[in-house]
């Protein structure tokens, strides 16, 4: 069964630093992994799809890799602002695609 | 798109009635899952339906609990009778191969 470990688990920054983010995962015979934000109280928005064949995607100031051999990924957020305030969840699917296991995310506080 | 649609929003009920939750999902998407989520478990996989058939119900907590998918559009969670520790957010989610997952707003049930 897929098991998803997001650290840290909360993380604290000035506004304008560099960021990573980090998810890791026990079975690798996966499809896809996606990102998702939650701001409190909200739902989840999507943030990046990485398929299995891909390494990484990009979204704006936002990076997403994707080693499947060592059942990493990587959020990369850069020149962060106070707007990307969030919890952070990383989710991978428990065998193929389907369904998506959550780590329990990483709290982000960008400090003004 | 609406996206991912859920009713209602927020819903308190005292324990021992019946609780309904409902999930439109977005047209086209062949998948919809059901999760919970809470501060001390974080997102859990209730049931997911593939084309409208139950595929793994294995994370609905107990019998109080049943889910329908009896068209395409429209899905329902249904809790009789409610308990305190049935309080959470409850997410309805659907997928698509080429953007992955849509989560609605969530339900946030009180059940006092």
């Known amino acids: 069964k897929q098991e998803v470990t997001q650290i840290p688990a909360a993380l604290s920054v000035p506004e304008g630093e560099n960021l990573v983010l980090n998810c890791s995962f026990t079975?690798?015979?996966?499809?896809?992994l996606q990102w998702f934000r939650q701001d409190p109280g909200k739902g989840l928005t999507s943030l990046l799809l990485?398929?299995?064949?891909?390494r990484e995607q990009t979204s704006g100031r936002l990076n997403a890799s994707l080693d499947k051999s060592s059942g990493r990924s990587t959020l990369y957020i850069a020149a962060s602002q106070p707007g990307d305030s969030a919890t952070y969840l990383c989710?991978?699917?428990?065998?193929?695609?389907?369904?998506?296991?959550f780590g329990k995310g990483t709290r982000l506080s960008v400090i003004a | 798109d609406a996206g991912v649609i859920q009713s209602p929003r927020h819903e308190v009920t005292e324990m021992g009635q019946e609780v309904t939750l409902r999930c439109k999902p977005i047209s086209g998407h062949d998948y919809l899952f059901w999760y919970r989520q809470t501060m001390m478990r974080g997102l859990e996989l209730l049931i997911y339906f593939n084309n409208n058939v139950p595929i793994d119900d294995s994370g609905m907590p107990e019998d109080r609990f049943s889910a329908k998918m009896p068209n395409a559009s429209f899905s329902t969670l249904k809790i009789q009778p409610s308990e305190p520790r049935d309080s959470a957010v409850y997410f309805c989610?659907?997928?698509?191969?080429?953007?992955?997952?849509?989560f609605g707003s969530g339900t946030r049930l009180t059940v006092v």
């Open positions: 989710a991978a699917p428990n065998s193929g695609n389907t369904p998506l296991v």
């Open positions: 989610a659907s997928r698509s191969e080429l953007y992955g997952y849509t």
């Open positions: 079975d690798s015979a996966i499809y896809n």
């Open positions: 990485i398929q299995s064949s891909q």
